[in-house]
């Protein structure tokens, strides 16, 4: 029998007769299409923004250019400082994509020089004067889309050096001197196209100093801005970081392995370069603050250790020898005081320091001990004022302080105690402004600050109150909080989750994808404090969870989808702390999970749907502590999970869902120690694997039969107490694929049959590799080199194979689901350096990524998490911008994948055999394919049922997974109880939701098989 669907109807042919019925008919029930935001479910405006948070303030030619964000994302505007004249300058990137960088230098002639991006050219060197007429690009060094990305952007002598790469050098140093034919490069420090990775870049002297990371690993480099002058001054273990100047030298820190990361110096000799002193045991973080006279002031940070009285992030001087290397402890008790840099004032260095009794004040030094005192206790008897850095403005310095009075707002000092004074209280009250990013052209300071209406937006000051005002609000349409959604979990054709809608808190929520169906299921905790539901889990035709009402505390839930169906199951202890079970596990007729009842602590539990079968299986560490129970795992007819009774540590453990059958399996760490860390269960070749250590070879995989005898270490990977850190073998034809570290090359991708023998790296890869994602035959992994790679395999050398680049994947489980009976097809998050985190979908073969949902359009990313399949629809949680963090859909079918899948369970009669639905071949458009019946009585009448949506429909005592309206074709089986039926749809069905399902006619009484779920791929 045939069976043809097409737009313009479905034609069922039998024994020569055809019935056509109406495509209109079909569709009475709306389809999603596309991505959407479902319900914007938390509409309260948020407080805290629209703001433009405007930034990198800087003078040019009559005016000042700073940074901003509006609707058409971070962009750069400029103000002559009234407001009439501050407007957007340029939107580099149309549309809400942000065309600005951060790095800016200035030249000689007052223009400003600038990285930006635009849709045609990539991120390129741009400059300004303040005019748009005067904004060009000074060079488009990689034509088209990509750009050269200009960054480390610094002046020096006259012009700007720069790092930026093209396609024949990679990343290299250049210059300009703001003109296209002035724009060169200054030297190609690693030959060939595979750059040197330029930075951090700092001025000191007459030399550029910076760092280089070459094919032999980082160095030291300095540079008078010719090519001849441009060196290697030293190889370095690792990148430098936190340039600082100092007297023509230049100061850094660098994470040694041996010393960890420490203070060094060079004076642009390889003898001279050098750390300068290992301060602590570890790493003392170090972080150069200011010069004064021949001192340069940093911070460290001191562990404790029986010979130092001492602790935390000190103050530190040094004239770059270690004898003149020390400590500032003006006086007894200077303990912990996390220096910051406030300004410099002559040769004094103003810093906030927390010192007992003024808290975070104000303070003075000249790199002695008697020279840093305290200069202004700001907010006497209080935490202190908290100084933030300033700007020098006329000959004071401007920063912002709290008096305890005021709020933060804006003060000044010329480095006196009584010159320290309130320079401006622009928001009266306790509050405070809290003005940030100070920037001063001469005549006038810029800052952003918030005025608690408008948000943090541009504003500009003489010094007096008259002469300060907000010169825009440049951000403008408001947007809402975000609800949240959470624990999504498919409950028959809808998605549950938590939501906070601001009005209730955090309840259980419903939706079928469309806004109308997406709703409050119930207010469990009336009010707004919210019983935040959680550990959702479908079992038995309900969907179980905990939750707390305000009254039980945080008890074992049910739930039908209706408020009328949802329910408190089971009260594990009296009063408002609840059981708070969790860790739900399925098997078979039984819910395992952990609870405490109060009395023996958080243990493994068991249910079988009723409250008399609710019970405690055993008590793993006697008496009211916690046993730790953690990573819970099905496999075969038992659960697996790691415990703790409080005497052999945390070991393997099992139960069958009874009392007697619930216990150890195996101390595999003898004695106190635990065995199992972070074991991540998974099921192999008929056993249990899992990582574990046995106290002599590290992490390392083991494997179970369920017996203390079949309980063996798999392979010491990593010879010797060193751990391989073998994570998660997934299965795919017959092998098994995980990622493990034998000492050699990092993570590699290893393959085994289940033998020690035939355990081996299969497919070797110079980067670590990381996130195995089981395909069913396939497997989807992720290579981390500078890019992340997604690879897909089949298990066999021949058909691994590259997916895609991105600059960064999510492989986790909040990140990724492969989509059940799609033939692997994988829907992820990953960011591509274009569109930012976003969904992403791959059907495994090469090239095969494809954006899935731009939510939030252009360089934004929504970040999206929870991706969740109901039906034909991908569910996410994800922020565009402008409802906050919300429920998301798209439709399978608009993404062109398929979905074929059994869906629910059969009913059997005849002999206790339930029918089977299963279909050769996959539901693509214009792709035969046969849906097969089996298992059937013989020579039985039957019908094929399909319809448009799913339901859920109790018949005769059998369940009907298809909805009304229905159609059906009679058939008989054949005499082995089957029947085949071919099917092909046409492209104009692609992406159309089918359920089908046989139900028999059985002598004892009606069977039917589970439904087949699809989704019709293009």
């Known amino acids: 029998m045939n069976l043809e669907i097409s737009r313009v109807g479905i034609m069922k042919c039998l024994s020569g007769h055809c019935l056509w019925i109406t495509w209109t008919l079909l569709f009475a029930s709306p389809v999603v299409q596309g991505q959407s935001l479902v319900r914007d479910i938390n509409t309260t405006p948020d407080p805290t923004i629209p703001e433009s948070i405007p930034g990198f303030f800087q003078p040019t030619l009559g005016s ?15 103000s002559d400082g009234t407001t009439s004249g501050t407007s957007l300058l340029k939107d580099f990137y149309e549309g809400p994509t942000s065309g600005m960088g951060y790095d800016f230098a200035t030249l000689p002639s007052g223009e400003v020089l600038f990285s930006a991006t635009t849709a045609q050219d990539g991120a ?86 910076f760092g280089a990371l070459l094919s032999g690993g980082w160095e030291l480099w300095m540079s008078d801005g010719t090519e001849p002058g441009t060196v290697s001054v030293a190889s370095l273990p690792d990148q430098p970081a936190k340039l600082f100047a100092f007297h023509g030298s230049v100061v850094f820190t660098v994470d040694d392995p041996f010393f960890d990361e420490e203070l060094w110096i060079s004076d642009g000799t390889a003898a001279g370069t050098g750390m300068i002193l290992d301060i602590t045991e570890g790493s003392s973080r170090p972080t150069p603050l200011g010069v004064a006279g021949n001192l340069l002031l940093f911070s460290a940070t001191i562990n404790h250790s029986a010979t130092q009285d001492f602790e935390g992030e000190e103050l530190w001087a040094t004239d770059g020898t270690a004898a003149g290397t020390s400590m500032i402890n003006s006086r007894p008790g200077f303990r912990d005081v996390e220096p910051s840099v406030v300004g410099i004032v002559g040769n004094q260095v103003l810093l906030a320091l927390s010192q007992t009794p003024e808290g975070r004040e104000l303070w003075t030094s000249d790199g002695t001990a008697a020279g840093t005192q305290l200069l202004a206790d700001i907010f006497p008897g209080g935490p202190g004022s908290v100084p933030s850095t300033g700007v020098m403005h006329g000959g004071d310095l401007y920063f912002i302080a709290d008096n305890g009075t005021q709020g933060r707002e804006l003060w000044r000092t010329d480095g006196t105690t009584i010159g320290t004074q309130l320079a401006l209280d622009i928001v009266p009250g306790s509050v405070g402004s809290n003005p940030g990013q100070l920037a001063s052209d001469g005549s006038l300071f810029y800052f952003a600050m918030n005025d608690g209406v408008t948000g943090s937006e541009p504003w500009v000051s003489d010094g007096t109150a008259a002469g300060t005002l907000q010169l825009a609000d440049a951000f403008g349409p408001a947007v809402s909080l975000n609800s949240d959604p959470a624990d999504l979990i498919q409950y028959k054709n809808s998605v549950l989750f938590e939501a906070d809608d601001a009005i209730h808190g955090e309840e259980l929520w419903i939706s079928d994808g469309s806004e109308v169906g997406t709703q409050m299921v119930t207010d469990l905790n009336p009010g707004s404090e919210g019983s935040f539901p959680n550990n959702m889990i479908e079992w038995k035709g309900l969907t179980w969870f905990t939750a707390n009402d305000g009254v039980n505390g945080y008890e074992l839930w049910t739930t039908d989808g209706t408020e009328a169906g949802t329910q408190m199951f089971y009260e594990f202890q009296q009063g408002l702390l609840g059981g708070s079970p969790s860790q739900f596990t399925r098997l078979d007729d039984f819910l395992v999970f952990t609870a405490d009842d109060g009395t023996h602590g958080d243990e493994i539990w068991v249910t079988d749907g009723t409250v ?7 008590d793993v560490r006697p008496g009211s502590s916690d046993s730790s129970i953690f990573w819970t795992h099905a496999h075969q007819d038992h659960v697996y999970f790691a415990a703790n009774d409080g005497t052999l540590g945390k070991e393997l453990y099992k139960t069958d869902g009874t009392p007697a059958g619930t216990g150890l399996v195996k101390d595999i760490a003898p004695g106190s120690p635990s065995g199992l860390q972070s074991p991540l269960f998974t099921s192999f070749d008929g056993d249990l694997f899992f990582t ?5 070879t590290g992490d390392e995989l083991w494997r179970s039969d369920g017996t203390e005898a079949g309980t063996q270490l798999f392979l010491d990977l990593w010879p010797g107490p060193d751990s391989s850190q073998a994570r998660g073998v997934q299965e795919v034809n017959g092998w098994g694929l995980f990622a493990a570290n034998d000492g050699a090359n990092g993570y590699d991708l290893w393959r085994t049959d289940g033998t020690a023998a035939n355990t081996t790296k299969y497919f070797p890869l110079s980067n670590d590799v990381y996130g195995v994602i089981d395909a069913g035959d396939r497997a989807y992994f992720i290579e981390n080199s500078s890019q992340d790679i997604l690879w897909n395999t089949d298990g066999t050398a021949a058909n691994t194979h590259v997916v895609a680049s991105f600059d960064w994947i999510d492989g986790g489980s909040t990140g990724s689901i492969v989509v059940p009976g799609s033939g692997g097809h994988l829907l992820f998050r990953a960011d591509d350096g274009i569109s930012g985190r976003e969904v992403w979908s791959s059907d495994g073969s090469p090239a095969s990524a494809n954006l899935a ?57 005849s002999g206790g055999v339930i029918p089977q639905i299963s279909t050769v071949g996959d539901p693509i458009a214009s792709s035969p394919f046969d849906l097969r019946l089996t298992d059937a009585a013989p020579l039985t009448r039957t019908f094929l049922l399909f319809s448009f949506e799913q339901e859920f429909l109790n018949f005769k005592g059998c369940t009907l997974y298809v909805n009304w309206p229905f159609y059906w074709v009679p058939f008989q089986t054949d005499a082995n109880g089957e029947f085949s039926l071919n099917l092909e749809f046409l492209p104009e069905v692609a992406g159309i939701p089918l359920y089908f399902q046989f139900v028999v006619l059985d002598p004892a009484g009606i069977a039917t098989t589970p439904a087949q779920e699809m989704v019709v791929g293009s």
């Open 124 to 209: 390129e060197l741009w400059k300004s004067d303040g005019t748009l007429a005067g904004t060009l690009m000074v060079r488009n060094i990689v034509p088209g889309p990509v750009g050269s990305s200009p960054d480390e952007i610094t002046e020096f002598q006259g012009q700007v050096f720069f790092s930026a790469a093209d396609a024949n050098h990679g990343e290299e140093l250049w210059k300009t001197d703001g003109t296209d034919a002035g724009t060169v490069m200054v030297k190609d420090l690693n030959p060939g196209p595979g750059g040197s990775t330029i930075g951090p870049i700092v001025v000191s002297g007459s030399h550029l100093f």
């Open 692 to 696: 574990a250590n046995d106290g002599s």
């Open 612 to 618: 008399a079968g609710t019970q405690m299986l055993l």
């Open 64 to 78: 000042t250019l700073f940074t901003a964000t509006n609707s058409q994302g971070r962009e750069l505007w400029v």
């Open 853 to 909: 949902a731009d939510v939030a359009v252009g360089g934004e990313e929504s970040f999206p998490y929870h991706i969740t399949r109901v039906g034909d629809k991908i569910f996410f949680v994800a922020d565009d911008a402008v409802h906050g963090r919300e429920l998301h859909a798209i439709s399978m079918g608009d993404l062109g994948e398929f979905v074929n899948e059994p869906l629910g369970t059969g009913c059997s009669k």
